[in-house]
Every structure is written in structure tokens, then in C-alpha cells.
């Protein structure tokens, strides 16, 4: 498997911020654009909203979209939680975290999508086979894997309420057995939950 494509740190910052802010704002117009999807899917949503996925695509013409999809309203809300809002801003720890990541595991792709694997199957692409343009900028090689990154840690922090030094040796960031302990016993917690 080749290596991620390589990006500056410093682009990688912004552009992880520029991800998660894109993806957490609330977009009265796209949801209204939702409203008729109602009678079409209304049998898929029972138990589900529908939300944009977390995750940038390459899209036709050399645009960014994003996949319309059925979500679990408690798997909709880690894209939304605005708590974790400040700590994506570009010097936000959340972001230096999602940048290093990146970095650390450019040459192991495939470890890191082990990593990033629960997050992964939560946002499933294109279940309503429609997508929306997420930005005006063209798609760059690095965002998908950089919006799976963000969307991973939101998940991890607002769903399983980990913190920084248990997600940065989760990551393989940092050696700490204390916080490797915490972060087993809180993502199991999690997966726990969000099979229920």
C-alpha cells in the first residue's frame, strides 16, 4: 500500500481545522434540503437521521462532497458537538493531534486505517447514494484520510470521552501503560454503547 500523500504540518493544521469546522456547522439550508428526503426514506429512518458524513470525497469535476447518509442520532451527534469546536481551531490541541497523526503513520497507512476502522464502518458512504459539495476548494489527496482522522478523534473524545495523552498513545504518539490502560477500557466502553 503506498504512503499518504505528504502535506506541511502547517497545512495539515489548517486544513484539519477547516475539516472540522465544515463538518460540525449547522447548515439550516442543507437541512431544509433534507426535509422532502422524509417521504422518499421514511422507512430507513426510524431510528435514524440523515446527516452529512464527516467524511471529503473526491467528487466529479475535481470537487469535495460528502455522502448524504442514514446515522444513529448518537453516531450524527460526535460531527456536531460544538464543546470540542475550540480545540479544532489550528492551535488547538484536537488539531496538532489529528496533523500528527497524519504524519506519524504517513508511511503505515494501512495501520493507521486499523486505527481509525470503528469510526470507518460508523459513516457509511452514500447510503442514500446522493452527496453535497462540502467545500468550494478542490479536493485535495489528503483529505479523506485527514477527515477520517477528525472525525475519529471527535468521535473518541465526545463519544468516549478520552483525553489527550490517552488519545496520543492510542494513536502510537506517545508511551504511557497508564493512559494505554484508560484508552482500552474507555474505547471498549464505547464500541459497548454504540452497539447497543
Not at 488539531?95 to 506519524?104: E, G, M, R, V
Request: net charge neutral; glycine share 8%.
Amino acid at each position: 500500500m503506498p504512503g499518504l500523500p505528504e502535506v506541511p504540518r502547517s497545512q495539515l493544521l489548517k486544513d484539519a481545522a477547516h475539516i472540522a469546522e465544515v463538518s460540525s456547522r449547522d447548515d439550516a439550508a442543507l437541512r431544509q434540503s433534507f426535509a422532502g428526503m422524509d417521504q422518499v426514506f421514511g422507512h430507513m429512518l426510524a431510528d435514524s437521521v440523515i446527516r452529512l458524513s464527516p467524511v471529503w470525497e473526491p467528487g466529479n469535476g475535481g470537487k469535495t462532497v460528502r455522502a448524504i447518509s442514514f446515522l444513529r442520532p448518537r453516531i450524527a451527534a460526535y460531527c456536531s458537538d460544538a464543546r470540542v469546536n475550540p480545540r479544532f481551531a489550528p492551535a488547538g490541541d484536537l488539531c496538532a493531534l489529528a496533523a500528527d497523526a497524519y504524519l506519524n503513520w504517513g508511511d503505515r497507512p494501512a495501520g493507521l486505517l486499523a486505527l481509525l476502522d470503528g469510526t470507518r464502518r460508523l459513516f457509511p458512504l452514500g447510503s442514500t447514494g446522493e452527496t453535497r459539495q462540502a467545500t468550494e476548494e478542490a479536493y485535495k489527496p489528503h483529505f479523506k484520510t485527514l477527515s477520517l482522522i477528525v472525525a475519529d478523534v471527535r468521535r473518541k473524545v465526545t463519544g468516549g470521552g478520552l483525553d489527550i495523552a490517552e488519545l496520543r498513545v492510542h494513536y502510537r504518539l506517545a508511551d504511557d501503560a497508564a493512559a494505554a490502560g484508560r484508552a482500552e477500557d474507555k474505547l471498549k466502553a464505547l464500541a459497548l454503547a454504540e452497539g447497543a
